[in-house]
């Protein structure tokens, strides 16, 4: 009877919590919460309402006055105090959250409440050190936190945590299985002296949490579950301001070399696919051996299945505990039942009955079957043997997720290389599935954007300390017809006098002029638009100035295609050999800078004087991130692993971006050299309403050693190609600096593939400022973390 205690002494019946009080609306419906190991209820919960969200963000919202101005080491020991009270509860923690989700009392005692302390603590530090390690950056304002139930309270601190310690206050909705710990937490929040309405949490059903990502009085949407869900919460949070993290699923691989030591290799895979019973978002649930030891290592991995011991969650020396629900258990099964009609061989073990599911080991499995290619989300493991590194690197990388990923070799430098190699944000070596609040967490392509934990998953709770508010009504946008119009075909040069090009350039009007119709630029070579159409771009006095090429989507494709290319090597060179690129670029820039100042007057109406100081500022702006081309690697993280952590800055892949209207050298050039620095291809649409400025770079360009295909120009209408490289599926993110409009439309379709958004929503920004046009949200914005943990132990086993 001790260890349900706190449930009997709140009558088994939960309210929300918000305002440091529990809130038990009248007329709502209640929802059973059970212990998935005995079906036994533990209490009952309330289901919110959407009345119930206005509530707690209304809290969140009042409470954000106080708590954002506070000094940073008064949040600092209120963490400080909240991390102390979770040790002191560690025990009653463990056990709710054990018997709420039906994992095994030594994991959530072992692993879940140890790593919310550590973040707890982890993160007051960074409370105290915002100030001066996060100078430039301010708080967001009220986070709505959403997470699943495999982790219901890691995952609460994972957000929370950071959320707070950089003045942002917080509503959480937990997943509708799993409440309790959530409310719990918020009950030991209150008692450690959190300030009324710092932390909320409302209890309801997966709508619930559409709602509270909606609601208008909400800045930043935290989110951790599947895919399909982030892409709904990308699409319903278009257009609105909103910052949004997504942590989403994954099929991760574990790699085993021929040169591992088998028998601590076969104990990293028990980890990396049973733990949890294999609901863990990185589970290992893809194990690729090397041909000369597959079969060996599957006999020794048959064997070990053999000793895991199944049974319920309280019960100290069972190694697993049951999934979260028969729901899930159907699940699970019928990806096995498909695998066994496919042919395969299935190897199991046996489980009680109920909500228990069995290891399973899937061999005899092609690369496009369901289970090799779908994330299962229970304690499945799909094996296939390779016979090169190479091969190996590219089944690894042959999935749609990027979440986590581990190596076993006892050659260290066999196994950097291939971490190095594997698209994903946590690459284990020789273990699988270590987490500490020092080394972020989160993915690449579909698994989301956005890392938990580390320096670097603060930046996910902040703005940009020169960005005013950003709440915004999204508008009505077709995304189906959005840019769709395509403009060829129109006569290129209207009939009007004043729109007419001069085809003279002979007084008498006897020599006609050579044709200098700018081109596109993609693959390192002038290209003809694919329609062959032009349009007119027009000066200050209307008259018509220069013809230049109109895209569409056949050019956008080729564009992508040769950034793809390139991307790939270019991300390779050395951060030097990119700077030395950089500066030569500046260097030819300046050598034409009275003829770019001279085609800035001509096309803008600026003064003479404005013109050639936006070239200086470009000349200025190329100098500033050609330093940063190697200064921003990466660093050591100082997790509690004896071995090493190694953060990795990477590039994001290719980068479309679509530049505003002011400022059309500036912003180019502000926009492409922080991408590019960093090991980014970019396919960029120039000014819409200037293009001929970024035009005229194409000889600098190839006279500055840019590698073909690094940096790709496509003229036209800024919508029409945004639509097609947002749309595209081998464009990783998408920069829109346009209209309101545009940035919802980027926002909602770049859900397609889950691809990173940074959108201006209708704003300008000061392209001269050094905050606004070269702050550290470019880096931020060209970069993705990845945190490579390298174990230790041959002198010391510590």
Known sequence: MGRLAWLDDHGRLFGHFINNKWVVPVGRQTYESKAPSDNAVLASTIQGTSEDVDLAVGAAREAYKSWSALPAHTRARHLYSIARHVQKHARLLAVVEALDNGKTARESRDCDVPLVSRHLYYHAGWAQLKDTQMAGWKSVGVVGAIVPWNFPLMLLAWKVCPALAMGNTVVLKPATNT??????????????????????VVTGGGAMGTQLAIHPEVDKVAFTGSTEVGQILRRETAGSGKKLSLELGGKSPVIVFDSADLDSAVEGVVDAIWFNQGQVCSAGSRLLVQEPVFETFITKLKRRMETLRLGPSLDKVVDMGSVVDLTQKKSIAAYVDEARQEGAEVFQVKAPPGCYYPPTLITGVGTASRCVVEEIFGPVLVAMPFRTAKEAIALANNTIYGLGASV???????GVEVAKMIKAGAVWINCHNLFDAAAGFGGYRQSGFGRDGGKEGLYEYVKPAWQGPLKLTAPAVDFARFGAAYNGGLPSNPASPQHQLQHAVSAEGSVPRVDQTYKLYYGGAQKRPDANYCRVVLDTQGKAFALVGESNRKDVRNAVEAAGKAQSGWAKRSGFNRSQILYYWAENLEQRRQELADHLVAVTGQSAKQAAQEVDASVSRLFHWAALCDKYGGSVQETQLYGMVVQVNEPVGVVGVACPDEAPLLAFVSLVAPAVARGNAVVVVPSEAHPTVPLSLYQVLETSDVPAGVINILTG????????????????????????????FVEHTSALNVKRTWVSYGRQRDWSSQEQGAGEEFLYQSTQAKNVWLTMGDIFAN
């Open 717 to 744: 209408s800024r919508d029409h190609i945004t639509k097609y490289l947002t749309e595209h599926q081998d464009v990783q993110a998408m920069w829109y600096f346009g209209s309101l409009e545009g940035s919802t």
């Open 179 to 200: 409440r309790l710990s959530a409310l719990l937490f918020a009950e030991i929040c209150a008692e450690a002296g959190l300030p009324a309405g710092v932390f909320n």
């Open 408 to 414: 076993f070799t006892e050659k260290m430098t066999l």
